[in-house]
């Protein structure tokens, strides 16, 4: 395999920091790819394209390296016990993914909040979830879902909020070919839920400008 070394603790944690490439899926999607290129009516021959089955099997495999991850073990590797009880909040996180029904990328950010309830989780964990689902063929109401029962069941918090906003090429690039149009969802747990006060206090610290 291609770029072998990489941190065993991170491996086992559920995650891995740096691109792995499976030669044998590799060389099936390239094949594939090769046919497609030629029922486009393309030359798959030629010296801009001798490459792109290759490009394109590793670029597909990078985007749905998410199926290999386990989210939760990414939480539970930095769980610590902590008397606080407010509202964590961890906004503007970079998302990128794959629509599953056309196969074009989506992009966007996540807002994610969530109330201790005993224990807290170091902060770039919760980056490192929303990756793990996003790196997969997904819708974005099922990701927004994803993070927040994963959130849920592996922290026991008081609540878990989500908010997600995208961009879907789908849309921008065929179809409706609305280039500006945006996709908000929203999922909440706990007192998210069951306290509008705490509910109004996410959404005002997500969209606050704070710097």
């Known amino acids: 395999m291609e770029n072998d070394k990489y941190n065993h603790d991170d491996e086992v944690l559920g995650y891995q920091k740096i691109d792995r490439y499976d030669d044998e899926k590799i060389t099936s999607v390239a094949t594939h790819y090769k046919d497609i290129l030629a ?3 393309e030359d798959p021959s030629r ?9 394109v099997a590793k670029a ?9 991850i386990q989210p939760q073990e990414i939480l539970r590797s930095a769980m ?16 990128f993914s794959m629509c599953e029904h056309h196969m074009l990328p989506f992009f966007g950010k996540a807002h994610i909040a969530y109330i201790p309830n005993g224990h807290i989780v170091g902060l770039s964990k919760i980056p490192r979830v929303v990756d793990a689902f996003a790196r997969r063929l997904q819708v ?5 879902n994803e993070i927040r029962d994963c959130i849920q069941e592996t922290l026991q918090p008081a609540g878990v909020a989500v908010v997600i ?11 409706v070919q609305k280039q500006n149009s945006v996709t908000t969802t929203s999922a909440f747990t706990g007192e998210f839920i069951s306290n509008d006060k705490t509910r ?12």
């Open 39 to 41: 029922q486009l009516g």
């Open 47 to 55: 010296e801009g394209l001798l490459k792109t089955p290759e490009r």
């Open 60 to 68: 597909l495999q990078y985007l749905t390296h998410g199926y290999d």
């Open 80 to 95: 610590f016990k902590e008397d606080y009880s407010q509202m964590v909040v961890v906004k503007d996180i970079e998302v």
């Open 140 to 144: 974005q109401e099922r990701l927004t």
């Open 165 to 175: 906003e995208c961009k879907h090429l789908c849309m921008a690039m065929r179809g």
């Open 200 to 211: 109004a206090e996410f959404l005002r610290l997500i969209t606050a400008n704070l710097h």
